[in-house]
């Protein structure tokens, strides 16, 4: 699976999220190596601003690709934490 098919699983799982009434600048994504780039890649490419990402030792995929791949026009608090 690639992380553009992942990202769409994640924004898939906010969705629900907003769905069942939780507003996205209230959605907090993290993980760990592979996981925390899903997360960074997932909430810069998410059109509505979520509440931050705390990724550990990761890097951010298709990292050329942005500022113009962001979704959201607003700041995003990410802490990464790398070598941990």
């Not at 939780?22 to 490419?45: C, E, K, W």
């Not at 931050?52 to 951010?60: D, H, M």
Request: proline share 6%; aromatic share 8%.
């Amino acid at each position: 699976m690639g992380i553009k098919v992942a990202t769409k699983q994640i924004h898939t799982l906010i969705e629900h999220e907003i769905s069942g009434g939780i507003s996205a600048d209230r959605i907090l994504l993290g993980g760990f190596s592979q996981g925390g780039a899903l997360a960074l890649y997932s909430a810069l490419t998410y059109p509505q601003r979520v509440a931050g990402v705390v990724a550990l030792s990761c890097w951010l995929p298709l990292s050329k690709s942005f500022p113009a791949a962001m979704k959201s026009s607003e700041n995003i608090p990410v802490s990464i934490f790398p070598y941990i």
